[in-house]
């Protein structure tokens, strides 16, 4: 049997470079060696793709390959531009097409597409730092409910992201949001528990099948899920989480429409906060959600009894034919 050339794109020019280096090697070492042949296919920080060690033009490297896994987080990965690189080879690859990622990429966005299709989504306002200054800061603070969530209109793993209660903080907020965007995402404080809910297409019967939710409880020195704690270690991330029946029905619909709405392919993970009534608002939606041995998605396959192999194996199928 001739075996199928997984290409794994790992690294890329983002933020989130030192974690896609973990999913993608958490891939290749997982890929079934009877059926695939694992190709790691490495983008340093600059953006150069290399492949068996020798610096490569993207549409050289992926001739090496049937299809590529896309490992990849954040910007240039999971915002359409390696997807786009994808689709003028023709190469068949994992995850969401370019529209899609591009789309979910972008938070605000996002929240229009939600709204639009009765999904609901905390209220929100974007704050671009190119155009607007300290008049406008006070003016949100006055007019915007608070507290407020501010963070990068496009990144993830929690970057940049605050919670701000008083005047002083907005700004440093909005500051430190900037660095990672000019465009700031001030969106309204959902009080509740967190929630983040993984959903695979055509799965066990189902065009689009919901994983279990997982309710994250951050550690008592973080105000909320951020990245410290989300790669420190020190919050408790429950699977099944403690959710009423109602509630987790609630949680799973509003992933499964929030993949379907955004036009998502493959896979997704979808981050939510369930009020103390039960209702469940949609914060983002994840396109390429972490596959690393910290990572919520497989916590989510375990708890259903599905190997990460498994998953592997079918998100591959579902992108070779």
Not at 25 to 41: A, F, H, S
Not at 70 to 93: C, F, K, M, W
Not at 192 to 213: M, N, Q, R, S
């Amino acid at each position: 049997m001739t075996k199928i050339r997984v290409g794994v794109l790992r690294g890329g020019p983002s933020n989130e470079y030192d974690i896609s280096l973990k999913t993608g090697k958490t891939v290749l070492d997982t890929l079934e060696r009877e059926k695939y042949e694992p190709v790691d296919i490495f983008i340093d920080k600059a953006g150069q793709w290399h492949a068996d060690g020798f610096p490569l033009a993207p549409e050289h490297a992926t001739k090496r390959v049937d299809v590529v896994f896309n490992a990849l987080h954040g910007a240039y990965g999971e915002d359409g531009e390696v997807q786009r690189i994808l689709e003028s080879t023709a190469t068949p690859y994992t995850g969401s097409r370019s529209f899609a990622s591009a789309l979910a990429m972008h938070k605000g966005r996002t929240k229009e597409v939600l709204a639009q299709n009765g999904i609901k989504t905390p209220p929100h306002i974007i704050f671009d730092t190119r155009t607007q200054g300290p008049s406008d800061v006070l003016e949100i603070f006055k007019t915007f409910p608070n507290p407020s969530v501010v963070k990068p209109v496009a990144d993830g793993s929690s970057f940049g992201v605050s919670i701000v209660r008083k005047f002083d903080d907005l700004g440093e907020a909005i500051e430190r949001a900037s660095k990672f965007s000019p465009e700031v995402l001030i969106e309204a404080f959902v009080n509740g528990k967190e929630a983040t809910c993984g959903v695979i297409e055509d799965f066990k019967g189902e065009k689009v099948y919901t994983l279990l939710p997982i309710e994250i409880i951050p550690p008592k020195e973080s105000a909320f899920f951020d990245s410290d704690a989300k790669y420190g270690g020190g919050a408790e991330e429950r699977c099944p989480g403690r959710f009423s029946r109602e509630e987790t029905q609630a949680i799973q619909d509003a992933a499964r429409a929030t993949h379907q709405a955004v036009g998502a392919s493959h896979y997704s993970r979808t981050d939510c906060m369930v009020t103390p009534r039960g209702d469940v608002y949609v914060l983002e939606i994840n396109t390429l959600p972490g596959l690393t041995s910290e990572s919520l998605f497989p916590k989510s396959l375990n708890a259903v009894g599905v190997p990460l192999a498994h998953f592997l194996d079918h998100i591959v199928t579902l992108a070779y034919r």
